[in-house]
């Protein structure tokens, strides 16, 4: 039997269907899904005071900070993530002075070039030091911050699914607000069915496709942007210039890990089409949508919706 359970985890909407015999042991599966979420949250978020990113944050310029395995290969994954998309992923944006950016009516225009660069100044990967003997972390500015807001909803739907594999789990999806990862074929013996995220219409797929063993995240301006002087900014500020992007409503990324998905989708929507899809060819078993502005729509090599 199927079942779902929708919660607010993460800060974020996460729905998970799971596939059981029976109603006892899929609604086991679900309550450990559940947990595992809840235990990633209290490892990575910025808002529990005694999370190891905390602490790691409040010792920037100090001293290094020791942290368990899990927590250090993630870090260490997101600096490697930052090295193939120069720079354009960095998990040290928490570091934006965000008091420049508010994406709401009341931002009636854009700060000038001086004040845009002083918000990034301290976003750079390359000053985080990672101790792999001692597994530390340590920000060398004060002021410096990390946050995995741009990789934390697909690194837990990616650990989620393992555990629930490893329990014997043969078909789910695990859905953190459209940053979806699933596996298996579900008892009618048909292929999961995918939704990409439509750019104009948050609630509403652009396209659909059967598939299974495969992550799917998109980076879209659909629910965070500002109008001005009739030209749409999205939320995503670039972290290179401190102003936010234009010309792409969204970029959806699928591959088969959807960590991998998620922290790709934002970086390559910063990048822009050529040289996100360039990026996109090159690695492999990762595959791109884009849709610009004029709803064109562009694809990675291997794919074609048309």
Known sequence: MQKKTTQLLMGNRFEITLEAKTEKEVDFFLKHAVEEIQRIEELLSTFKPNSQTNLINENAGVKPVKVSDETFSLIERSKKISKITDGYFDITYGSIDKKFWNFDTSMT???????ARKSIALINYK???LDAEKKTVFLKNKGMRIGFGGIGKGYAAEKTKILMKSLGVK?????????MSCWGIPENGKPWTIGIAHPDFADMPFSTLE???????TSGNYEKFVMI???KYSHTINPKTGFPITGLKSVTILSPNAEISDALATPISIMGIQDGLALINKLKDIECIIIDDENAVHYSDNINFE
């Open 229 to 231: 002087g009739g030209k």
């Open 211 to 217: 598939t299974t063993d495969l992550a799917v995240a």
């Open 109 to 115: 225009e854009l700060p000038d070039e001086d004040l």
């Open 127 to 129: 000053n985080m030091e």
């Open 171 to 179: 078909a789910g999806i695990i859905n953190a607000s459209g940053d």
